[in-house]
């Protein structure tokens, strides 16, 4: 519907884009504009209609905007973008998903825009980029080759970091386009790039190479290039697979990006003395730079050059970056050093991060060797002031390390669990000690209080039933709490373990050797290999059970279980 001049709004003024990737969020109130006045005539400019029903959802959108909410002026603005055929809108709803990196919006208006105005180029490029973040490979690269059209190359090999993990269909759909981009534009280096890295997915290595060669004869430094090439000598086993990087290396010296990927390349390939060797270079010029430091660091570290290694360490700490796992090998180095106090102290100033678990556990570790059970809750009790987001996950790790003071791990999880009441690893982990300790009531309770707030913890029915059928004669309760573990989690060999063991009990032997076959097959461990020797010595299989009781053994000689088994049964392995 169009409607009438009079109510009429110019789309130009309502729906302006900014000049860059954000919003504009000043705006003034959209007004009725129809024609504009020169000195000599009124100039009569072109509407664009606009139905009645979309006139307040468009005004809404830019009061939204106005206050700031970007997440319904954007629903707002997408939603009159699929409606409406006017690519200035889908253009504005675009830059909008940008600017608050909604992806999947952003895919839907860039490919919204390119329906709506196919020669634009960048709005093609847009749509392959969103498409390609959005995990819609095929897509994407359908955009991709539509830019490439327009001239608006784009990186189209971003598309290809999953294609393992694609379907064969897509695959093909993929490779196929990214050579069809190749072909058509053999003076591209992103898609004699792309093109080289489909070949080498598919193993044709020689193929690979007469994609990048052209690259390398145009860009010597184009550092992707380099190091593709330096790859397939890799790939090919040849005798001096970094010839051609090293040679660039030499050549442009300055280049500290490609030294630098040089230096990691010669690290992920065991190489550390000479990917040190690059380190030092690359230190030179950019002394203060924090990740080379840190790298640096981790290098000499791993080559056993302490000193160097604290020293780096100690400067990266000095420029305020990656703090905790500066702290985490400093006190590894001190640790090495016997220095143990100075070792607890870096341990402990490792915050939550990946290296914070290791952190603690090594810290206790030195704590058990020199100190006290006091000494270890007073670091636990100053960890958790200054880690309270971490206190959980470290009553948990204080309980563990008590284990070898009477009930004082117990004393840790009660504890822990005054402060966190539902907590499952502090339930599970204190009836694991209960167990240790014979205490059967005490565990079934915490075990039971889990079951109470989720009936389907597939950890805790197994738990319970593998218990109960070590500890009791409540054989059928057992096989109960395990037969719904076991529908919860199909296929755990943990379980079926459990199960079998539990069949063995009940008598039903068939059963039970079928399911610890599957678990020892699934998960070799010495205690199914235990299990399983046992349900075939019973049955008059004697030579059988040696044999899987010897293979527990080979893995884990004197296992505790395997022992007892063959000496309650009499068995003797010669």
Same mark, same amino acid.
């Given at each position: ?128 980029? =969103? ?53 058509? =534009?053999? @003076? ?15 193993? +044709? ?96 570290? @791993? ?38 106090? @100075? ?31 006091? +000494?270890?809750?007073?670091?636990? +009790? ?21 284990? +070898? ?10 504890? *822990? ?119 075939? =010595?019973?049955? *008059? ?7 899987? =009781? ?25």
């Amino acid at each position: 519907m169009i409607v009438p001049r009079s109510a009429s709004i110019s789309l130009a003024l309502l729906l302006a884009a900014c000049a860059t990737s954000a919003p504009d969020l000043n705006v003034e109130a959209p007004v009725a504009v129809y024609e504009v006045e020169t000195a000599d005539t009124l100039v009569p400019q072109p509407e664009t209609p606009i139905p009645n029903e979309s006139l307040l959802p468009l005004l809404q959108a830019e009061f939204a905007l106005r206050q700031r909410d970007f997440e319904q002026g954007l629903a707002l603005l997408a939603e009159q973008a699929i409606l409406l055929e006017d690519p200035a809108l889908a253009r504005r709803a675009l830059r909008l998903a940008e600017f608050v990196n909604v992806t999947d919006q952003a895919a839907m208006m860039a490919v919204r825009l390119v329906e709506l105005d196919p020669d634009d180029g960048a709005a093609a490029a847009a749509a392959s980029g =969103w498409l390609s973040r959005a995990g819609r490979p095929v897509d994407a690269v359908y955009y991709a080759k539509l830019a490439f059209e327009h001239g608006h190359p784009v990186n189209v090999a971003t598309n290809l970091g999953n294609y393992d993990a694609l379907d064969e269909g897509s695959q093909i759909a993929i490779a196929g386009t990214i050579r069809a981009i190749a072909a058509q =534009w053999p @003076e591209n280096d992103q898609a004699a790039i792309a093109a080289c890295l489909v070949a080498r997915l598919e193993g +044709d290595l020689k193929r690979a190479e007469s994609f990048i060669l052209p690259v390398l004869k145009r860009s010597p430094t184009d550092i992707r290039a380099v190091m593709l090439w330096t790859q397939l000598m890799l790939d090919q086993g040849v005798d001096d697979p970094f010839n051609l990087l090293a040679t660039t290396v030499a050549r442009y010296p300055d280049n500290q990006e490609l030294r630098l990927q040089y230096a990691r390349l010669l690290g992920s390939e065991g190489n550390y003395p000479s990917a040190r060797a690059q380190f030092v270079l690359l230190l030179e010029r950019d002394p203060e730079n924090a990740e080379l430091l840190s790298t640096a660091a981790l290098l000499d570290f @791993e080559l056993e050059y302490f000193d160097a290694a604290l020293s780096k360490f100690q400067q990266v700490i000095t420029l305020g970056e990656t703090l905790d796992e500066a702290h985490y090998y400093i006190g590894r180095i001190e640790m090495a050093n016997d220095r143990y106090p @100075e070792a607890i102290a870096a341990f402990a100033a490792v915050g939550p991060s990946r290296e914070f678990r290791d952190a603690k556990a090594l810290a206790v570790q030195l704590l058990i060797d020199t100190a006290f059970a006091s +000494d270890i809750k007073a670091f636990f +009790d100053n960890q958790r002031r200054a880690y309270p987001n971490a206190a959980e996950q470290l009553f948990l790790l204080e309980a563990d390390s008590l284990r +070898d003071w009477s009930g004082e791990s117990i004393k840790a999880y009660d504890r *822990g669990l005054i402060a966190f009441p539902q907590s499952f690893s502090l339930l599970y982990g204190r009836a694991m000690v209960h167990e240790s300790e014979g205490q059967l009531g005490e565990m079934e309770n915490d075990l039971r209080s889990i079951l109470a707030q989720d009936p389907n913890h597939a950890a805790t029915l197994n738990a319970l039933g593998y218990t109960l059928t070590n500890h009791t004669q409540r054989y059928e309760e057992a096989a109960d709490l395990i037969e719904r573990a076991l529908a919860l989690s199909p296929g755990d060999p943990a379980i079926l373990d459990s199960l079998g063991w539990v069949y063995y009990k009940l008598g039903q032997y068939n059963d039970s050797e079928a399911l610890l076959r599957e678990a020892h097959s699934a998960l070799p461990d010495p205690e199914v290999a235990a299990h399983l020797g046992e349900v075939l =010595w019973v049955q *008059g299989r004697q030579f059988e059970a040696r044999d899987v =009781w010897r293979d527990g053994l080979s893995r884990v000689p004197d296992h505790p279980i395997i022992l007892e088994t063959v000496k309650r049964l009499g068995a003797e392995l010669p």
